[in-house]
């Protein structure tokens, strides 16, 4: 397997004619890392993506892989290898076949191709499956061999276009899980478009928040999980309340964010419960502050269950205010 390669972004701007979809993006991704660039439709991340494998053409700025200014190569002369959405595996061709395919165009012969190919397959354990057809094969296997077909180039950098989408939940779960594991392995650098927070928060060492065209925020998961900078962030990543606090906006996590009785003497905002969620280790409560602003809290089990409320009750909504972050 080939080396991992740092990918920078210098100025990157995309076009289509008045529109700007990406819009002068400064970007690092250091080598081996698995990097997800997430946000909602029409953010830039897939046109990101798509001019990195060289899909799309660059409007202004530089692609820089190892070291090497790409911008102007085609996408067979990058280094990169791109798994598209869609899978879009040859339906005439065998698995193993399709796996094959890539190193048939490079003139390799047969005998070696099969061997590379069976070699990948293994490691994505398609093995047994190798002289299917793609329509023999469930939504999962078919990804797989999509997986080790973009994978037997031997690319510094696997690109993936939404890959999970297409996934029902269960399988999209243990999908997660392959593909970094995959990645530990190969140690190449990954970098996987989403719009999906949880799927990127589970994946990436490095998650870039993209808005407008922009990056609203990148960081680890953790770090914009508990520190969103601005309320797009917040409420994009999800788990947080956004409220304002002394006339400051702020985001309080909605496990932070604590239920009581209104009693004499205790300090909150008070609010009416809307709702009440059982979801396994904690209780969902839904509440309307007075200014109707909306909040949620994520209340442990046992705690509810000392001070149960009902749809109706009225109720205070307090917070650690040392927890709280401040916004943008």
């Known amino acids: 397997m080939a080396l991992p390669a740092a990918l920078e972004l210098v100025s990157v701007t995309k076009r289509y004619d008045a529109t700007v979809a990406v819009d002068t993006l400064d970007l690092k991704i250091p080598a081996g890392t698995y990097c997800c660039l997430l946000g909602p439709s029409g953010c830039g991340k897939t046109s990101t993506l798509r001019m990195i494998a ?21 996408p067979a002369k990058r280094g990169t290898a791109m798994m598209f959405q869609s899978y879009a595996l040859f339906p005439h061709l065998t698995v193993l076949d399709n796996v094959a395919f890539a190193l048939k165009m490079r003139g390799i012969d047969k005998k070696a191709r099969h061997t590379r190919a069976g070699e990948l397959l293994e490691l994505v354990a398609m ?63 990954f970098i996987q478009v989403t719009h999906d927070q949880e799927e990127a928060m589970a994946l990436a060492d490095h998650v870039v928040l993209m808005n407008g065209g922009r990056i609203e925020q990148q ?22 309340n956004v409220l304002s606090d002394a006339g400051q906006r702020i985001a309080v996590r909605a496990d932070h964010l604590a239920v009581v009785p209104v009693a004499d003497g205790i300090l909150g905002a008070p609010a009416r419960l809307v709702d009440a969620e059982y979801l396994g280790s904690y209780v969902a409560l839904s509440l309307t502050l007075d200014d109707g602003t909306s909040l949620f809290a994520h209340v442990p089990e046992d705690v509810f269950d000392a001070q149960p409320f009902t749809p109706g009750d009225r109720v205070l909504a307090t917070w650690d205010r040392t927890k709280a972050q401040p916004l943008q």
């Open 219 to 240: 960081g680890s998961s953790r770090d914009i999980f508990n520190r969103p900078r601005t309320e797009f962030v917040a409420k994009f990543i999800g788990g947080h």
């Open 127 to 189: 093995t047994p499956y190798a002289g299917r057809l793609p329509s023999q094969l469930s939504g999962g296997q078919q990804q797989r061999v999509a997986l080790a077909r973009a994978l037997v180039t031997e690319p510094q950098i696997l690109l993936l276009d939404e890959p999970l989408s297409a996934l029902d939940p269960f399988l999209k779960g243990r999908m997660r899980g392959e593909l970094k594991r995959l990645q530990r392995e190969l140690g190449i650098t």
């Open 54 to 74: 060289g899909h799309e053409a660059v409007s202004e700025g530089d692609i820089i892989l190892g070291g090497h200014n790409v911008t102007d190569l085609p």
